[in-house]
């Protein structure tokens, strides 16, 4: 049903099997308009959507609850999905239709993706009646499996109970308990519109946090791009929205960071079969109708180019890069980068890597890069071999500029000073890598990374921690080579902040290293025990 292929973070390239064909995810399925559809179904299968969101609770009411089988109905060979009217029940209160019957109906139009009429808490309910509203949730979900287990389509349980923490936490947990092939996030779009995207990354991460790992999630109303790629790095897998024919119809014109209103635009910075094509002042010219059709095309398009990205950003184990270079281009994505920064630990290096297999180069970008889970994870297993090297030592530390550290001049003039000495230790230290051991200078990311070393990245704080661990492991002195970045200054400022450790701590260069280590231990005479 499903299959990962590719993991990165929280994210991952995954197949879908449906009884319509195979979905790739990270997907986003468009909602689909069962009177009116603009643009046409034949345009969103040409722009690469395999599959589309539409509404049984809608469907069912212009058919008068008739039975009408729904890939004929829409003429469409590849996967549909379908909402029960949970955001009907969200924005009205109440639909006429209840549980079993949605449900029954969605398994007779054989739909390949159903969904169970959930009750949407939303962002206005209180926390009573919030709780309410997920018991009944819960309750139609056991109501709905002898419905739905001998079918073989594909069937998704709401995981209602935002904005409470505590309700979410509950929820998930007790979906697990329900065999059910997809889980969702639901009630996110006043989130969206308000642009709180920190708040739905939140919702998404405690939610992934619970649920099982080998079951995909959906998150409802999700449509621009600019908090796609956050999503899938929390564990988001499959989206659905109209956004881009409700933008269009607003005269919005999406792009990855933000949206535009067309009439604000002197020139389309893009490519698209529209934007190639057309000005923005032609566009403004046309009929209503028209410009709505246009402006929706380009808007898929973003939103499927915004995919590609994703899953090339996953292939090639550069999705943090990819969240970090966005996090700048807007403040509520700086907001929603650091609630991913946050979950780094808990969730994220839960399925990342120590290694990048295609042998790419990590990019250590700022202070931001510390917190990518595959180079928090490589400091601290570096940080615990040199902390056990250390103890009863001797140490050196050498201001990592220059890759590969070991051919650093200042490293081979120590490499011969200490041949054959068990009583000191040399480390390498980088502003972001932290200690790197001599051993591992040549390995990945060590050598394989790409960084400038600025004074926005040297934490002096950082450095006064590291010696601190190394002292509290038992190192006897610290001596810190004045090379590189480790000016002068910067020692002073370590200094400062080290009052208990200055005898312990020194800094010289490197032509002075010699008259700083303790004398060489005798070797034992032959008459000795060996």
Same mark, same amino acid.
């Given at each position: 049903?499903?299959? &990962?292929?590719?993991?990165?973070?929280?994210?991952?390239?995954?197949?879908?099997?449906?009884?319509?064909?195979?979905?790739?995810?990270?997907?986003?399925?468009?909602?689909?308009?069962?009177?009116?559809?603009?643009?046409?179904?034949?345009?969103i299968?040409?722009?690469?959507f395999?599959?589309?969101?539409?509404?049984?609770?809608?469907?069912?009411? !212009?058919?008068?609850?008739?039975?009408?089988?729904?890939?004929?109905?829409?003429?469409?060979?590849?996967?549909i999905?379908?909402?029960?009217?949970?955001?009907q029940?969200?924005?009205?209160?109440?639909?006429?239709?209840?549980?079993?019957?949605?449900?029954?109906?969605?398994?007779e139009?054989?739909?390949?993706?159903?969904?169970?009429?959930?009750?949407?808490?939303?962002?206005?309910?209180?926390?009573?009646? #919030?709780?309410r509203?997920?018991?009944?949730?819960?309750?139609?979900?056991?109501?709905?499996?002898?419905?739905?287990?001998?079918s073989?389509?594909?069937?998704?349980?709401?995981?209602?109970?935002?904005?409470?923490?505590?309700?979410?936490?509950?929820?998930?947990?007790? @979906?697990?308990?329900?065999?059910y092939d997809?889980?969702?996030?639901?009630?996110?779009?006043?989130?969206?519109?308000?642009y709180?995207? /920190?708040?739905?990354?939140?919702?998404? %991460?405690?939610?992934?946090?619970?649920?099982?790992?080998?079951k995909p999630?959906?998150?409802?109303?999700?449509?621009?791009?600019?908090?796609?790629?956050?999503?899938?790095?929390?564990?988001?897998?499959?989206?659905?929205? @109209?956004?881009?024919?409700?933008?269009?119809?607003?005269?919005?014109?999406?792009?990855?960071?933000?949206?535009?209103?067309?009439?604000?635009?002197?020139?389309?910075?893009?490519?698209?079969?529209v934007?190639?094509?057309?000005?923005?002042?032609?566009?403004?010219?046309l009929?209503?109708?028209?410009?709505?059709?246009?402006l929706?095309?380009?808007?898929?398009?973003?939103?499927?180019?915004?995919?590609?990205?994703?899953?090339?950003?996953?292939?090639?184990?550069?999705?943090?890069?990819?969240?970090?270079?966005? /996090?700048?281009?807007?403040?509520?994505?700086?907001?929603?980068?650091?609630?991913?920064?946050?979950?780094?630990?808990?969730?994220?290096?839960?399925?990342? /890597?120590? &290694?990048?297999?295609?042998?790419? %180069?990590?990019?250590?970008?700022?202070?931001?890069?510390?917190?990518?889970? !595959? &180079?928090?994870?490589?400091?601290?297993?570096?940080?615990?071999?040199?902390?056990?090297? @250390?103890?009863?030592?001797?140490?050196?530390?050498?201001?990592?500029?220059?890759?590969?550290?070991?051919h650093?001049t200042?490293?081979?003039v120590?490499e011969?000073?200490?041949?054959?000495?068990?009583?000191?230790?040399?480390?390498?230290?980088?502003?972001?890598?932290?200690?790197?051991?001599?051993?591992?200078?040549s390995t990945?990311p060590?050598?394989?990374?790409?960084? !400038?070393?600025?004074?926005?990245?040297?934490?002096?704080?950082?450095?006064v921690?590291?010696?601190?661990?190394?002292?509290? @492991?038992? #190192?006897?002195?610290?001596?810190?080579?004045?090379?590189?970045?480790?000016?002068?200054?910067l020692?002073?400022?370590?200094?400062?902040?080290?009052?208990?450790?200055?005898?312990?701590?020194?800094?010289?260069?490197?032509?002075?290293? /010699?008259?700083?280590?303790?004398?060489?231990?005798?070797?034992?005479?032959?008459?000795?025990?060996?």
């Amino acid at each position: 049903m499903f299959e &990962v292929k590719v993991r990165e973070l929280g994210g991952r390239i995954g197949k879908l099997v449906t009884r319509h064909g195979n979905i790739e995810t990270p997907f986003l399925f468009p909602v689909v308009d069962p009177a009116r559809q603009v643009p046409s179904l034949d345009v969103i299968r040409s722009l690469g959507f395999s599959g589309f969101i539409t509404n049984a609770y809608l469907f069912f009411k !212009r058919n008068r609850g008739a039975v009408k089988k729904i890939h004929k109905e829409f003429s469409w060979n590849d996967v549909i999905m379908t909402d029960s009217g949970g955001y009907q029940i969200l924005v009205y209160g109440d639909i006429e239709v209840d549980n079993k019957t949605i449900v029954t109906y969605q398994k007779e139009i054989e739909t390949d993706v159903g969904v169970i009429l959930d009750v949407p808490t939303g962002t206005k309910m209180s926390w009573e009646e #919030a709780a309410r509203a997920v018991e009944e949730t819960y309750r139609r979900g056991i109501e709905a499996l002898p419905l739905i287990m001998d079918s073989n389509q594909l069937w998704v349980y709401p995981v209602q109970g935002a904005p409470y923490r505590d309700l979410l936490i509950k929820v998930a947990i007790q @979906a697990r308990k329900l065999p059910y092939d997809i889980y969702a996030v639901g009630s996110p779009t006043v989130l969206l519109e308000k642009y709180k995207y /920190s708040k739905l990354i939140e919702l998404v %991460a405690i939610a992934r946090l619970h649920l099982p790992p080998s079951k995909p999630l959906h998150v409802f109303g999700v449509g621009h791009p600019m908090i796609i790629p956050f999503l899938v790095a929390v564990g988001g897998d499959l989206f659905d929205s @109209a956004s881009y024919i409700l933008y269009a119809r607003n005269g919005r014109y999406m792009l990855e960071t933000g949206t535009k209103d067309v009439k604000e635009l002197e020139y389309f910075p893009c490519n698209c079969q529209v934007c190639s094509r057309y000005e923005p002042r032609e566009v403004l010219e046309l009929p209503s109708e028209k410009r709505v059709e246009l402006l929706a095309i380009h808007n898929l398009h973003v939103l499927i180019k915004e995919l590609k990205l994703v899953k090339q950003a996953i292939k090639e184990g550069r999705l943090w890069e990819l969240l970090e270079y966005r /996090s700048k281009a807007h403040p509520s994505l700086h907001e929603a980068f650091e609630v991913v920064k946050k979950y780094a630990t808990k969730l994220l290096e839960k399925y990342s /890597s120590t &290694v990048n297999p295609g042998g790419r %180069a990590l990019l250590l970008i700022d202070s931001d890069s510390e917190f990518n889970p !595959r &180079v928090k994870m490589n400091v601290r297993r570096a940080l615990q071999m040199g902390l056990k090297r @250390a103890r009863g030592k001797t140490v050196i530390l050498i201001p990592a500029y220059r890759k590969p550290y070991n051919h650093q001049t200042e490293y081979v003039v120590i490499e011969n000073v200490l041949r054959d000495r068990d009583d000191v230790e040399a480390f390498f230290i980088h502003p972001i890598l932290g200690l790197i051991t001599p051993r591992l200078s040549s390995t990945y990311p060590y050598y394989q990374h790409e960084t !400038r070393i600025t004074s926005e990245i040297i934490n002096p704080n950082k450095l006064v921690a590291l010696i601190k661990r190394l002292a509290s @492991a038992g #190192a006897k002195r610290l001596i810190l080579i004045e090379a590189g970045w480790l000016k002068r200054g910067l020692y002073e400022q370590i200094q400062r902040r080290l009052k208990e450790l200055r005898e312990a701590v020194v800094i010289c260069k490197i032509n002075e290293i /010699s008259s700083l280590l303790p004398p060489s231990p005798s070797p034992p005479s032959p008459s000795q025990p060996q």
